[in-house]
C-alpha cells in the first residue's frame, strides 16, 4: 500500500496544455483545467486592478459581471476573475455590500437589494405554505364549480381532453401514465366515462335551475329548499369526478372574476328597477326585472345566495390563496437568480433571464402538488430551468435555433475558445465533433445555424473601401437595362403574328388575355361583348390558339421566351 501511493505522489503531473492536445487529437477530454493564460485575460485584470485603485482599492461585483460577458464572452470566467483580483489585493464588493457605490438607475441592483430584504422560507414553512395552498385549490375548485359557469367550464375540459383539443397530459397527469400504453388505455377509458356522466349532471341541474329563482309566492320555500339541495348533490358529484384530474386553478380564477362580473351587474339592474319604480314607469322597471331573472337563471341562483356564495365563501379563500402563492414566490426569488446566473452570455439579458425565470416559478407553483412527495424547489428548478431555455431558444436570435442544438453550440464555442487562446490556432472541425461526441456533419449544421444576419449597410475591405454589402446583393425590382427593349420588340412581334388572324378572333385572344394592356376579360364578358354564348367564345379562342401554334407563327415568338421567364 505504501510503495502505491509513493507511486501516486510520484506520477507527474499532467500540464494544462494536455486538454488542447486531447482535443486536437480526437481524445475524449479528461481535464477542463486551462492553460497558459491569453493577453486579453491578463490586459482585462490589469484594467481592474487600475480600476479599482481609482476607487479606493474595491470594485463592484456587478461590474465583473458585465466585463465578463462584454470582453471575454464567457460568463464561467466571473470566479476566476475574482480569485485574480482578490490575489492582488482587490476587495469584490457583494451586491448587499456596494449600495453605496452603486447607481439607482442599474435595475439588476435595484432588484437585487429588494430580493436581499426577503427572507428565505425553511422547510417547514416551505410545506406550511405549499400544504395550504393546495387545499385552498380544492375548496375553490369545488365552490366555482358548484354554479352554473363553473359547471360548463369543468364540462368543457374533459370535452377538449376528450376529443383532442388539449393535450392528454396536461389535466391527466404523469403518474397515471406510468403504466405505458395499457395505462393510458384505461384513463381514456375512465375520460370517456366521466365525460358521460358530467353532461348528465349538468343537464339535469338545468332543468332544476327554474324552480330554484322562482318566487315564493308561486312555489313553496320547501319546494325552493329542496331544488337547491339537488343541484349542489349533483354540483358536489361533478366535483368529485374533476378531482381526479388536474383542474387549473387558473380556471378558478377566471370563473370568480365573471363571476364577479355578473354579480355587479345584477345589483346594478336592482338599483336602477328600483329607481324606475319609484319614478311610476312600470314598463321599464319590469324589463329590468326580466332581465335580472334571465340572469340568475343563467346562474342557478338567486341575487342574494349568489352574493353569499362570491363574497363569503370564494373571494375570501380567492385572497388567501394569492396570498400565500406572493409569499411562496418570493420566498424563491433567489433560487430563480442562481438558475439565471448559468445562462448570461447566451443572447438574453440578464433581467430578461430573471423575468423568464420568474414565470417558470410561477408556473411551478401553479402545479405544485405536495402529496407526492417531492420538495418544492426540487420541482420549481425543472419549471425555472424550462422556461428559460426556452426563453434562449425563441428571443434570442432573429431565427430560432432547436434547444438541443444551443446546447452543442455552447460546447463548440467553449472548447474553440480555449484552443484558440491556449494555441493561437483555430480548431479543426472534424476533431471538434470527435472530442464533444457528434457527426462533423452535425457539427457544421450547427455552427451554421449559429451564424448571425448579416447587416446591408456592413462595410467591406478595408476602411468600407470596397463599399457595403447592399452593392454584392442582385437588385430584383429594378427592371434591367435591355428588358424595355425586348418586352417592346415582342410586343411589335404579338400584333404582327395576330395580324394574320380574322378579326373576331384577334379580338377574343387580346381581350381575353389582356395583350392591349387592359385587364383580363372572362367568357361572360366577351359573350355579352360579341353577343354570343359563353361556349362559343370558348370555341374561337381554342381554334385561334391552334392557328397560333402554327411552325411559322410560333417560331417567331420563340426567340422571345427568355423575356417571359
Known amino acids: 500500500a505504501k510503495k502505491a501511493t509513493a507511486k501516486k505522489k510520484a506520477a507527474p503531473r499532467r500540464k494544462r ?18 492553460g497558459r493564460p491569453s ?9 481592474m486592478v487600475e480600476e479599482a485603485r481609482k476607487l479606493g482599492g474595491r470594485i463592484p461585483h456587478a461590474t465583473l459581471e458585465t466585463v465578463v460577458l462584454e470582453r471575454l464572452n464567457d460568463a464561467s470566467r466571473l470566479e476566476d476573475l475574482i480569485m485574480a483580483l482578490e490575489e492582488r489585493g482587490v476587495l469584490v464588493e457583494d451586491q448587499r455590500d456596494a449600495v453605496a457605490t452603486q447607481t439607482e438607475s442599474d435595475p439588476v441592483q435595484a432588484y437585487f437589494n429588494d430580493m436581499y430584504d426577503i427572507p428565505l422560507l425553511d422547510r417547514e414553512q416551505e410545506v406550511e405554505i405549499t400544504t395550504a395552498m393546495f387545499r385552498l385549490k380544492e375548496e375553490l375548485r369545488d365552490l366555482v364549480i358548484g354554479t352554473r359557469l363553473g359547471a360548463q367550464e369543468a364540462v368543457g375540459l374533459l370535452e377538449k381532453a376528450s376529443s383532442g383539443k388539449l393535450f392528454f397530459e396536461r389535466i391527466v397527469g404523469a403518474l397515471r401514465l406510468e403504466g405505458g400504453k395499457k395505462a393510458r388505455a384505461a384513463v381514456k377509458q375512465q375520460l370517456a366515462r366521466d365525460l358521460v356522466r358530467a353532461r348528465e349532471l349538468f343537464a339535469e341541474a338545468e332543468q332544476l335551475a327554474p324552480l330554484v329563482i322562482q318566487t315564493r309566492s308561486s312555489r313553496s320555500a320547501e ?11 349533483r354540483t358536489a358529484e361533478l366535483a368529485r369526478i374533476l378531482a381526479d384530474y388536474d383542474y387549473d386553478v387558473a380556471i378558478s380564477v377566471e370563473v370568480a372574476r365573471l363571476l364577479d362580473i355578473d354579480l355587479r351587474r345584477m345589483f346594478r339592474l336592482r338599483v ?17 326585472l326580466e332581465e335580472l331573472s334571465e340572469i340568475e337563471g343563467r346562474l342557478w341562483e338567486r341575487t342574494g345566495d349568489f352574493q353569499k356564495r362570491l363574497r363569503k365563501k370564494i373571494d ?25 446566473k448559468r445562462y448570461r452570455g447566451r443572447g438574453l439579458g440578464f433581467l430578461d433571464l430573471i423575468q423568464e425565470g420568474n414565470s417558470g416559478l410561477m408556473r411551478a407553483i401553479e402545479k405544485f402538488d405536495p402529496r407526492r ?6 420541482y420549481a428548478t425543472w419549471w425555472i430551468r424550462q422556461a428559460v431555455t426556452r426563453a434562449l431558444a425563441e428571443k434570442s436570435r432573429m431565427i430560432r435555433v432547436p434547444v438541443y442544438l444551443t446546447d452543442v453550440l455552447q460546447k ?29 456533419e452535425e457539427a457544421e449544421r450547427v455552427l451554421k445555424a449559429a451564424r448571425g444576419p448579416v447587416s446591408l449597410d456592413m462595410p467591406l475591405g478595408q476602411e468600407g473601401e470596397g463599399g457595403d454589402f447592399r452593392e454584392l446583393l442582385e437588385d430584383t425590382t429594378t427592371p434591367q437595362p435591355d428588358a424595355g427593349v425586348k418586352r417592346q420588340l415582342l410586343a411589335e412581334q404579338i400584333r404582327r403574328v395576330l395580324g394574320d388572324l380574322p378579326v373576331r378572333e384577334r379580338e377574343v385572344i387580346v381581350l381575353r388575355y389582356g395583350l392591349d394592356g387592359g385587364r383580363v376579360h372572362t367568357l361572360e364578358e366577351l359573350g355579352r361583348r360579341f353577343n354570343v354564348t359563353r361556349e362559343r367564345v370558348r370555341q374561337i379562342e381554342i381554334r385561334a390558339i391552334r392557328k397560333l401554334q402554327t411552325p411559322h407563327r410560333a417560331s417567331a415568338l420563340e426567340t422571345f421566351l427568355e423575356v417571359l421567364r
Open 272 to 288: 336602477e328597477a328600483r329607481q324606475k319604480e319609484l319614478e311610476d314607469e312600470l314598463e321599464a322597471r319590469d324589463a329590468l
Open 316 to 340: 375570501p379563500r380567492l385572497k388567501e390563496y394569492k396570498r400565500r402563492k406572493s409569499e411562496l414566490a418570493q420566498g424563491n426569488l433567489r433560487l430563480v437568480i442562481s438558475i439565471a
Open 17 to 34: 496544455s494536455d486538454s488542447v492536445a486531447l482535443a486536437l487529437s480526437g481524445e475524449p477530454r479528461r481535464s477542463k483545467k486551462r
Open 373 to 378: 412527495g417531492f420538495k418544492f424547489s426540487t
Open 412 to 440: 463548440v464555442r467553449r472548447l474553440s475558445r480555449e484552443i484558440n487562446e491556449e494555441t493561437g490556432r483555430p480548431f479543426d472541425l472534424h476533431q471538434m465533433a470527435k472530442t464533444i461526441g457528434v457527426t462533423p
Open 39 to 47: 493577453k486579453r485575460w491578463l490586459q482585462t485584470i490589469e484594467d
Open 223 to 233: 319546494s325552493i329548499l329542496k331544488a337547491k339541495g339537488q343541484i349542489r348533490e
